[in-house]
């Protein structure tokens, strides 16, 4: 099984509202990613988890919240968005350390009203 | 610190026609390099790899060799089709610690039949 699963595939919601997007895996790796990705433009990292624990966060603002209930699941709670914040949100993993390929998910769309 | 420069598309193409993707990375140490594809409305699938100097990857049609001397990684295809037309990042990730993935700008790429 090499899919990252991600959920819900299109989001849209309102300045005020609290949603969450939520990433799964279970190809046994112990480095999970979130990536936002605007249109015609590579993607940016925003937050490694690695065993479980955050590593890096590359200056997200707190609006955006990450969570690693488990070695399996991903989440990146949203509250109080922007507008700019509308993008594609990509989950990804890989095993910790090394130089190996990080897997993606299908992505989750967010626009944000 | 790590980049990737990777030529600007888009590029047009008819089918069957030779396609060539330009990347060069600057990096220290031995980084594995990645070429990722992505599909209109898909998140990122890994296309091919290469891990050391010279090594070569490849899948679907593609090849990329890994090029220390040149520092580059470009991508060629012998003969295109419609189902090809994506975009395409050229990647690289470094082996120290807290080693993230470093991705160019992506080329688009445009078959016509």
């Known amino acids: 099984d090499t899919e990252v699963t991600q959920t819900p595939k299109h989001l849209v919601m309102g300045m005020t509202n609290k949603k969450s997007l939520k990433c799964e895996q279970h190809m046994g790796h112990r480095a999970m990613y979130w990536y936002k990705q605007k249109a015609k433009k590579p993607p940016e990292l925003m937050f490694v988890y690695s065993y479980e624990k955050l590593s890096i966060n590359e200056s997200v603002p707190s609006r955006f919240s990450p969570e690693c209930p488990n070695s399996s699941l991903l989440n990146l709670h949203l509250h109080a968005l922007q507008p700019e914040d509308s993008a594609l949100y990509l989950c990804?993993?890989?095993?910790?350390?090394?130089?190996?390929?990080?897997?993606f998910g299908e992505g989750s769309r967010l626009t944000v009203l | 610190g790590d980049s990737v420069t990777q030529m600007e598309g888009p590029v047009t193409l008819s089918e069957e026609a030779f396609l060539t993707i330009n990347c060069t990375y600057t990096?220290?140490?031995?980084?594995?390099l990645f070429w990722y594809v992505q599909y209109p409305g898909e998140g990122l699938q890994l296309l091919l790899k290469a891990t050391k100097a010279d090594d070569k990857g490849s899948n679907k049609g593609f090849e990329a060799t890994y090029r220390k001397e040149t520092t580059s990684f470009h991508l060629e295809k012998g003969s295109v089709q419609v189902s090809d037309s994506a975009v395409y990042f050229c990647?690289?990730?470094?082996?120290?610690?807290?080693?993230?993935?470093?991705f160019g700008g992506g080329t688009r790429v445009l078959v016509k039949p």
């Open positions: 990647a690289l990730r470094g082996r120290a610690a807290g080693n993230k993935l470093t």
């Open positions: 990096a220290t140490g031995y980084p594995s």
């Open positions: 990804a993993s890989s095993q910790v350390g090394g130089a190996g390929e990080l897997f």
